[in-house]
């Protein structure tokens, strides 16, 4: 067992914000059991603040409290448990995927480890994947896991089902980035939209998924690329990352994207988490085109579409979790594109916190001034 380790609580969901002032995530000092069975013990070297962290913060995500908070992330294995040496070394650099794939179940062996169902259950329960939780609190608690990794430490204890072995020399910060903004939004754009050279292509909402969404159209040769977002500064990041235009989200936006690209975009991807902005981004697809969608609204918000228009118009309206990815084939490509300066991943990078930062980090981020902070451990 490891004592003392620092690691951020959520011990309430829903809190006002800022959260500078109702401090919904304190800094405790826990145990950690030692890995069991395909599991690894590893030293966090870097974590990224994400909206899918926010909405569990907000309430919006329902999870299981206490909790350590924090799924997108890279470190170092300290100590491999039973069975999982046979993959993993002490000294490895990991990327740590957020849905650990057991491998077995029919959506894994039909190569969609994102629709993993015993990932699912252990998610939704706190859990790893093996089973049952790690963390051990002073008054007797067993705080749960977040997303099977809790980033948000100085250890973890994760499934070897959720890492991926990267170069040794990756930055931290880079690495962790791969774990969920580069893998959801380029693997949107490259796997679920399938962008081709030539196309045109929007992107609704220009957080660090979108961006990466953004930057994978790029690469794949999108012939006019439209950034859209609340946000002018965003807007003016997305510019310099390769968009060819830029659009003030709002009412106007769908008119604007429409005029832009002719009619309507080939490809539109949506990483805003609404139910609203989904409709606009279905409404600036053109005839024959894709609608893809990766935000995570609450459970009980509704989309309203024109129905014909999937018939009679042929258009297709796709959901992607994990940007449809295969981590353990994806990440490495994805690292590879980024070495080749196709994926610029640390034009991502807002800005550098430590663990005590991160209810004020969190303000930040809900507030729009940044992209991806990154926890440096």
Not at 306 to 326: I, K, N
Not at 327 to 336: S, T
């Amino acid at each position: 067992m490891i004592r003392g380790v620092r690691a951020s609580v959520l011990d309430t969901m829903g809190l006002p914000a800022p959260y500078a002032d109702s401090r919904p995530l304190r800094t405790a000092e826990l145990d950690l059991d030692p890995p069991g069975p395909g599991e690894l013990l590893v030293r966090v070297g870097a974590a990224g603040l994400c909206h899918s962290d926010l909405s569990v913060i907000e309430g919006r995500r329902p999870r299981p409290v206490p909790m350590v908070l924090g799924h997108e992330a890279a470190g170092e294995v300290v100590e491999t448990g039973p069975g999982a040496e046979r993959e993993f070394a002490a000294g490895d650099r990991v990327v740590l995927s957020f849905v650990p794939a057991c491998g077995g179940c029919p959506p894994c062996l039909a190569g969609r480890p994102a629709l993993c169902e015993p990932g699912a259950r252990a998610n939704g329960a706190g859990a790893l994947l093996g089973g049952g939780r790690r963390w051990r609190g002073a008054d007797g608690e067993r705080p749960a896991h977040h997303l099977g990794v809790s980033a948000f430490a100085e250890h973890i204890v994760v499934s070897a089902r959720s890492a991926v072995k990267v170069d040794a020399d990756l930055p931290f910060d880079v690495a962790a980035l791969f774990g969920c903004a580069v893998l959801t939004g380029a693997g949107a754009v490259l796997h679920s939209a399938r962008v081709e050279p030539g196309e045109r292509v929007a992107v609704f909402g220009l957080g660090g998924v979108g961006l990466a969404a953004l930057m994978a159209a790029r690469a794949a040769g999108a012939a006019v690329l439209v950034a859209v977002d609340l946000v002018d500064a965003k807007r003016a990041t997305a510019l310099r990352l390769g968009a060819t235009h830029e659009v003030p989200g709002g009412e106007d936006a769908v008119a604007a994207v429409r005029e832009l690209t002719s009619g309507g975009a080939d490809k539109v991807i949506d990483t805003t988490g609404s139910e609203h902005v989904l409709a606009q981004a279905y409404q600036a697809t053109r005839p024959g085109g894709t609608t893809v969608t990766v935000g995570l609204p609450p459970a009980d918000r509704m989309l309203s579409i024109p129905a014909l228009g999937l018939v009679a118009e042929e258009r297709t309206l796709r959901g992607s979790y994990l940007g449809s990815c295969v981590p353990r084939r994806d990440v490495p490509r994805f690292v590879a594109m980024y070495r080749a300066g196709l994926l610029p991943v640390p034009e991502l990078i807002s800005g550098r916190i430590g663990l005590d930062e991160l209810n004020t980090g969190f303000d930040r981020l809900a507030g729009g001034a940044a992209v991806r902070q990154v926890v440096v451990l």
